[in-house]
């Protein structure tokens, strides 16, 4: 792996590889710059994956590596000769190897798979032979451009559904490659979809690849996309600069126990941003906080406003203790009760109660009889003012009630009875007349009939 980026044509550029479990590696590549008729810089990029024992799959792949870029050199194509300048390129770099493996019996049966791409201002052309492939990588999409010329991929070309191929034992087996025959078809169609089993196509010779800013391009050999799912290839190409995935893709390859030789060659074009990978719960959690902060924000646009709230004072309820009794002595004969208008009884007097006398050191109650409810001024009671709650004034009506009066214990000093103003005697009524008999209407005479 080199020390610093590269830069071919204006493009980033990046490649990395390992033998695998291989004793050699037969995997071979090359970047590279060309010039178009015009006087244009373009870009070259190709992997060779060799095919035969005896280090014969590593001088096929190396007689493609050599081949191509200097056949297109020597071409000096437009950009519309590109395509017939890689056709022919493949085709010397066949007839040189199939001549190698008649002239060497060490060699006999050589070959080697080939996939190359180029690429001018934002248009691609591909050629390719045998199952190395290129991908376009583009935002959070992949797709495999190059078509797997394999017994598997004939079969689903030939109508032949996935599941059934997918098990077959020969489904790997590379049915063309460079050095099988002294002439050979090289392939220049692209892929339309996304899915690797598509049969869109459309042929670059006729009309080129459109590439946009952001793009990434990756040219691999079998030993990294059969370790690799689609989807782990595209994340390690997003996310990094050119160099940085070609290298993260073959670390990866190898700690998938890759077998066979791993070479990656990754291309970006201008406008990629790359960065630090994200890992998945972080993108999850940042993705729910946005969705947080926006139901908060609607919900906060669209709920009616309530006015500020005054607050309202409450009254403090003062819990006080009720007030003792305090004893009050009036003179005797003085009475409580509301004043009433005085009644005379017409013919008797209502006799007045007796006085019960109190026992010696025990309270006393004594009560007044009145012959007549003659209005007293009264004197000033106690009375109890409540004090102010906060639920509402209470004062205590006056009711009729005796008062105790409250007195020492031993030897009392017997009350006077309070003296009574006698009522005079009433005039006696003087008996009515009687009424005399009244006298008996006699009866009418009956008149005669006329």
Sequence with gaps: MPDTPRTVAGLPIGHDGIEGQRPTQEDSFEVCEFKTADGRDALLALVADGIGGRNAGERASQVAKEVIPAFVRQATPSASEIPVALAGAFAEANRRIYEEAEADPNRKGMGTTCTAVAVIGRRLYLAHVGDSRAYLVRGRRIRQLSIDHTVAEEALQQGRLWEEVRNHPN??????????????????????????????????????????????????????????????????????????????????????????????????????????????????????????????????????????????????????????????TEPPGISTRTPMPTV????????????????????????????????????????????????????????????????????TTPVPPSPTTPVPPTTPVPPTTPVPPTTPVPPTTPVPPT
């Design 344 to 411: 005379r009884p017409s013919g008797r007097t209502a006799p007045a109660p007796a006085t019960t006398e109190a026992a010696p050191g025990a309270l006393e109650a004594t009560s007044t009889p009145v012959a007549t409810f003659t209005p007293v001024p009264r004197l000033p009671t106690h009375t109890f003012t409540p004090t102010p709650t906060a639920t509402q004034w209470w004062t205590p009506t006056p009711t009729a009630t005796w008062i105790e009066e409250w007195r020492p214990s031993g030897p």
């Design 171 to 328: 489904r790997g087996v590379i049915k063309r490659y460079l050095g099988i025959t002294p002439t050979m078809e090289v392939d220049t169609r692209y892929r339309l979809e996304d899915d690797p089993r598509s049969r869109a196509y459309e042929d670059s010779t006729a009309k080129p690849l459109a590439l946009e800013d952001g793009d990434s391009l990756l040219l691999c050999s079998d030993g990294l996309s059969d370790v690799l799912s689609d989807a782990q290839i595209a994340g390690n190409v997003r996310r990094r600069p050119a160099q940085q995935a070609a290298t993260a893709l073959v670390q990866a390859a190898r700690k998938a126990d890759a077998q066979d030789n791993v070479t990656a060659v990754a291309i970006d074009l201008p406008g990629a941003r790359k960065g630090i990978a994200i890992p998945p719960w972080a993108r999850w959690a940042g993705l729910a906080l946005v969705i947080l902060a926006v139901v908060v924000a609607a919900l906060a646009a669209f709920l009616p406003k309530r006015p500020p709230e005054t607050p309202t004072p409450v009254p403090t309820a003062i819990a006080t203790a009720p007030a003792l009794p305090v004893p009050v």
